[in-house]
Nanobody
Framework: QVQLVESGGGLVQPGGSLRLSCAAS?????MGWYRQAPGKQRELVAA???????NYADSVKGRFTISRDNALYTVVLQMNSLKPEDTAVYYC?????????WGQGTQVTVSS
């Protein structure tokens, strides 16, 4: 079973940056990040396939960048120009033929 370990959440001021990292126990087809704000559905933030195909939510395009290191089984989400509406619990996600896997979630709070 795929295991996911997240790091990098925290409190940041508007306009600031955070870097989220997720390490998997093995390489998988797709890795990425979802987020869920209070009272809202969980939504895709960004994801990348093993082959390098990436997609982003419209709300984060131009501000967030996702990258993968397949050799290290990791995915990194660099979040720049953060806005208060980015505040949410962020969950690492991995998908492969064995199923869908989730990290425990890390809180990102953007506030002055």
């Amino acid at each position: 079973q795929v295991q996911l370990v997240e790091s990098g959440g925290g409190l940041v001021q508007p306009g600031g940056s955070l870097r989220l990292s997720c390490a998997a126990s093995e390489v998988v087809f797709s890795m990425g990040w979802y987020r869920q704000a209070p009272g809202k559905q969980r939504e895709l933030v960004a994801a990348a396939t093993r082959g390098g195909i990436k997609n982003y939510a419209d709300s984060v395009k131009g501000r967030f960048t996702i990258s993968r290191d397949n050799a290290l089984y990791t995915v990194v989400l660099q979040m720049n120009s953060l806005k208060p509406e980015d505040t949410a619990v962020y969950y690492c996600n991995a998908d492969d033929r064995s199923g869908r896997y989730w990290g425990q979630g890390t809180q990102v709070t953007v506030s002055s």
